[in-house]
Nanobody, 125 residues
Framework: QVQLVESGGGLVQAGDSLRLSCLAS????????MGWFRQAPGKERELVAAISRSGGNTYYTEGVKGRFTISRDDAKNTVYLQMNNLKPEDTAAYYC??????????????????WGQGTQVTVSS
């Protein structure tokens, strides 16, 4: 069993930055690929960024490339999402997710078996 707890969301203005953190419980964090998803009202949950078990491979959805950076610190059981130059269209609830142990990072929701409760990011124009 893995528990994921996100933090770092908030209300910011366009152009500002935020860093989201996701703390994982247990001893299997380093064996799991991790992803950050977001869901805006009335829209489907979408992958924002993903990082492999080693941290050597990352994926970003097209709209955040060059603005968002995903990273992980296995010593702290934490995955981060640094978000710069935020835009109103980034407004959403952000969720971190963990893959099954030994699996690679996935662009699909079905590739993850544990989810956090979400943290709200609101960007005003």
């Amino acid at each position: 069993q893995v528990q994921l707890v996100e933090s770092g969301g908030g209300l910011v203005q366009a152009g500002d930055s935020l860093r989201l953190s996701c703390l994982a419980s247990g001893r299997t964090f380093s064996r799991r690929a991790m992803g950050w998803f977001r869901q805006a009202p009335g829209k489907e949950r979408e992958l924002v960024a993903a990082i492999s078990r080693s941290g050597g491979n990352t994926y970003y959805t097209e709209g955040v490339k060059g603005r968002f950076t995903i990273s992980r610190d296995d010593a702290k059981n934490t995955v981060y999402l640094q978000m710069n130059n935020l835009k109103p269209e980034d407004t959403a609830a952000y969720y971190c997710a963990a893959s099954p142990p030994g699996y690679g990072s996935s662009v699909s929701l079905s590739g993850y078996d544990y989810w956090g409760q979400g943290t709200q990011v609101t960007v005003s124009s």
